[in-house]
């Protein structure tokens, strides 16, 4: 696939179906998502690679307990807030039951590590849609990453001390089928020329 294909026709993917990803396009999209520029060429954005089902499953009920706890006002952002409501009303899973899951962390105050991250998911996302399968960004484990209890299970699957989560990607086939390509019209994002 083109590049500027893949680029225009990638979308998000948040219903998939249970068919694992094989070993071999998830170890693709993650050297894409390790090929991604760095600050400073720092290379130092961890991959978390999460296809067993328990795990997925422990991370889903963690997250949902933590977001159940929290309130949300009226500036709340719309997708935390459709978060905490989902996870008070039971049944959460805001991994969307992808078969695999690609947690990205960085170093705790290192100033470049959202971005690297960013660059990383881009990469990976841009991958998944090269390969046929489905993606979706994830920000929900980035908004409980200081809460003990997900810090706490992501560092026994290998995040270290120093680091916090800075985004994650799920990672599928789309239950619709293959991904739908059909360009979409983006009337945000202006552009200035002088």
Same mark, same amino acid.
């Given at each position: $696939?083109?590049?500027? =294909?893949?680029?225009?026709?990638?979308? %998000?993917?948040?219903?998939?179906l249970p068919?694992?990803?094989?070993?071999?396009?998830?170890?693709?999209? *993650? =050297?894409?998502?390790?090929? /991604?520029?760095s600050?400073?060429?720092?290379?130092?954005?961890?991959?978390? *690679?999460?296809?067993d089902?328990? *795990?997925? /499953?422990?991370?889903?009920?963690?997250?949902?307990? =933590?977001? /159940?706890?929290?309130?949300? &006002? @009226?500036?709340?952002?719309? %997708?935390?807030?459709?978060?905490?409501?989902? %996870?008070?009303r039971?049944? +959460?899973v805001?991994?969307?039951?992808?078969?695999?899951?690609? *947690?990205?962390?960085?170093?705790?105050?290192?100033?470049?590590?959202?971005?690297?991250? /960013?660059c990383?998911?881009?990469?990976? $996302?841009?991958?998944?849609?090269?390969?046929? !399968?489905? %993606?979706c960004?994830?920000?929900?484990?980035?908004?409980?990453?200081? @809460?003990?209890?997900?810090? =706490? +299970?992501?560092?026994?699957?290998? $995040?270290?001390?120093?680091?916090?989560v800075?985004?994650a990607?799920?990672? &599928? +086939?789309?239950? &619709?089928?293959?991904?739908?390509?059909?360009? !979409?019209? @983006?009337?945000?994002?202006p552009?200035?020329?002088?």
């Amino acid at each position: $696939m083109d590049l500027f =294909e893949a680029i225009a026709t990638r979308r %998000s993917t948040r219903r998939f179906l249970p068919d694992p990803v094989p070993r071999e396009l998830l170890e693709k999209i *993650v =050297e894409a998502g390790r090929l /991604a520029p760095s600050g400073g060429n720092n290379q130092s954005t961890r991959f978390i *690679v999460i296809q067993d089902r328990a *795990v997925l /499953a422990d991370l889903a009920r963690i997250a949902e307990g =933590e977001f /159940a706890r929290m309130e949300a &006002g @009226h500036d709340t952002y719309k %997708s935390l807030r459709n978060s905490i409501e989902a %996870s008070k009303r039971g049944g +959460y899973v805001f991994h969307y039951d992808a078969p695999a899951l690609i *947690v990205t962390a960085n170093k705790k105050g290192y100033g470049n590590a959202l971005a690297d991250c /960013a660059c990383a998911l881009e990469n990976m $996302m841009l991958a998944a849609n090269a390969l046929d !399968l489905g %993606s979706c960004w994830i920000n929900q484990l980035r908004w409980l990453t200081d @809460h003990a209890p997900i810090e =706490e +299970y992501l560092r026994r699957l290998g $995040m270290a001390e120093d680091e916090w989560v800075c985004g994650a990607l799920a990672v &599928g +086939y789309g239950a &619709g089928g293959a991904p739908v390509r059909a360009p !979409l019209a @983006h009337p945000g994002n202006p552009v200035v020329w002088r």
